[in-house]
C-alpha cells in the first residue's frame, strides 16, 4: 500500500494523477480462511481490521453480497457521540468515539472527523429530568457531557427557536468532543487497511449457507462456491436474521426501516448536530452545506429499503417549528435502510449456539457512532473467545434478564 | 402508503390509521414454562424476509385487532383476517401458495 500524504498529492501532481493504487485489491475466494466475516459494511471492515491490527489474524476474508459499505453505513446521518445512560454502553461507545478522533492517522485514510459537538434537546419537563440524569450518569463514566440551558443553547444554534409553543427548548445535553465524520470514507478506510494486510474483501458475493460439523462451524457456502473457515462472523445488520436462520438459530431481532434525507445545499448555518428526541429528528450540516434529518422507524417489519412516507412528513413538520428558517429548503433525496432492532434496543456482540459463529448486530438506529468501537470488542472476541467491551452485550441476556435498557440511537423514552 | 382492510369494520384503512402489534400466532408461555421457552416467546422473532404473519389494530378506527399477511421483501399485502384465529386460514394460505410457489409454509 502507498501512503497517502501531502508528498504524495504532490508527487502525482506532477504527473497527472498516474499512480494511484486501487485502495483495495479486488479479490477471488481463496478455497479456506482463518476467519471469514460476513458484511464488508463499517462494522464487518472494522472487525476484520482489529483481527489483524491487534490480533495479528490476517488470512481473513471479507465477504458481502452487495458492494462495499453499501447498506447503512452509507446510509446514516453520520453522527458520532457516546452520551449513554448505561455503564456498557458508555464504554462501548466511549472507546469507539475516542478511536474515531485519531482514525485518519491510524488508516492513513481522511475519515474527515469533525469533533463539532452533539446537542439533545430537551422539550419536555421529562427530557430535562432525563438529561441531567444522563450528564451525572457521564460524570461517573468518564465521557465529557454537560446539561446546558437554553441560552447556551441558542449562542450555539442561533437558527433555533427555542420559544416554540408546542416543542420549546428547555435545555440540552451537550457532548462538545462529539460530532460527525465521512461515513463513506469510514468504510474504504478500513477497507484498504483491510486489504493492506493481505485480507480478502469478496464483493458481489451472498452467503447462502452456513456449514457445520458436530455443532461448530467449518464454512459457508457463498454464490461463488463454498469457502472454509474456523471462524465466523456474521455483522450483516438488518439481514443478521436471514444469517442466523442459515446456522440454526434464532435472534431476538427486528428489520424495520430508517430514513434520512437531505436538503439542496445552503451556506453554513449550523455548525453542530442537533438532535431533537421529543419530535424524533436529527438535524446537521454536511460539509457540501445540505441540512441532513433523521427521522423515526417505522413500527412494521420491512426489507425493502423504503420506509412510510408519513415519517419524514412528522419529522419535517416537528423540525421546522424548532428550526422555522427549514421551511424554506427544498428536500433533494429521501432515502431508507433496514435496521435490525433488538427487544432492548441495545447492540448483540456475542458467542451463539454454534462453535466458532460470532455476532455482531443490533445497532438498531445507531450503528454508525460504534463501528470502530464494535469492530475493536468483536475482534477481541472472535480471536480470545471473550471480550470486556462485549460481555454485556451476550445474545443470552434476554434469557438472563439481563437488559441493557438504551433506547441506542435516539436516547428517547423507553 | 400500506393499505390494510380491516376484516372487523371493512374500512381499507391507511397506515396512518393504522398501529402496527408484531408478530402473530405466538404461543405464550408465562410462569412455570421453561426459561428456553419464555425467551423464545418473548423475544426470539422469526423476522423472515418475505411471507410475514402479523398483527394490527385499526387505532383510529374502530379500534380492533386483526391480522394480516404481507411479504416484507416487496410490501405486497395477501390479505387480512380475524385475530380469533390459531393459525392463517386456508383462503389466505392458498392466495400466498399461488403468488410465492416457494413459500416454505406457516410453522408456529
Redesign the interface.
Known sequence: MKRYSVFAVAREALRNHQGWDRAWAKADPKPRYDAIVVGAGGHGLASAYYLGRNHGITNVAVIEKGWLGGGNTGRNTTIIRSNYLQDPSAAIYEKSRSLYETLSQDLNYNIMFSPRGVMMLAQTQHEVRGYLRTAHANALQGVATEFIGPERVKELVPIIDTNGPRYPVLGALWQPRAGTARHDAVAWGYARACSAMGMDIIQNCEVTGIRREGGKVTGVETTKGAIGCDRLGIVVAG?S??LADMAGF??????VALQALVSEPIKPCMDVVVMANTVHGYLSQSDKGEMVIGGGT???????Q?G???HIEETVRALVETFPMLSRLKMLRQWGGIVDMT?DRSPIISKTPVEGVFVNCGWGTGGFKAIPGSGWAMAELMAKGASPLAEEFSMFR??EGKFIDESVAAGVAH | ??ILTCPCCGVAAE??EL??G??AHLKRFGPGSS??AF??Y????????GV?F?RWRHAYGCGKWFLAA?C????EVFGTYSAQTKEPPAEIVTKIRAKRPDWAGWSA
Open positions: 439481514h436474521s436471514q434464532r435472534l431476538p431481532i427486528e428489520s417505522d413500527g412494521f417489519n420491512n426489507y425493502t423504503r412510510s412516507w408519513h427487544g434476554f434469557r | 402508503m400500506l397506515e396512518t398501529q402496527p408484531g408478530e426459561d428456553d425467551e423464545a418473548m423475544f426470539a422473532r422469526a423476522n423472515p424476509k410475514h402479523e404481507r416484507t421483501a416487496t410490501l
